[in-house]
């Protein structure tokens, strides 16, 4: 479980830095390029991103305490999330394909489950 634990540790980290760099871009970049609208889609795919790898790093040093199963299943999830609400959200603005944007809700679905997880893995743990 350690290894785990680590895993989501690094992951996040990386996850945090790529989604700083992201928002950088948008906020930098983007700003002449696309409307406000699209720029303010961009923004809100680099806030859930950030959010959640912090929430992985969070999962990370949980896993090191509370090592359920639900706990790594709420890693992979906010992880999945990231790139299924983040990504779609990126790609989405950068390309202007709007049918990227019904990928966007399972990504958000991932996130709910892997906050549950998260929840149901602590609360078994204490029981």
């Not at 990231?82 to 950068?94: C, P």
Request: proline content about 3%.
């Amino acid at each position: 479980m350690k290894h785990r634990a680590r895993l989501f540790v690094v992951l996040g980290a990386v996850s945090a830095a790529t989604a700083v760099a992201a928002g950088a871009f948008g906020a930098h970049a983007l700003a002449d390029a696309v409307t406000p609208e699209r720029l303010a889609t961009f923004q809100t795919g680099a806030d859930y991103h950030l959010a959640h790898a912090l929430a992985l790093i969070a999962v990370g040093l949980t896993a090191r305490r509370w090592g359920h199963p639900a706990v790594t299943a709420a890693g992979w999830l906010f992880l999945v999330g990231a790139v299924l609400f983040a990504g779609s959200l990126y790609a989405l603005v950068l390309t202007d394909t709007p049918v990227l944007g019904a990928v966007t809700p399972l990504g958000g679905v991932a996130f709910i489950a892997g906050w549950l997880c998260l929840a149901l893995g602590v609360w078994r743990t204490h029981r």
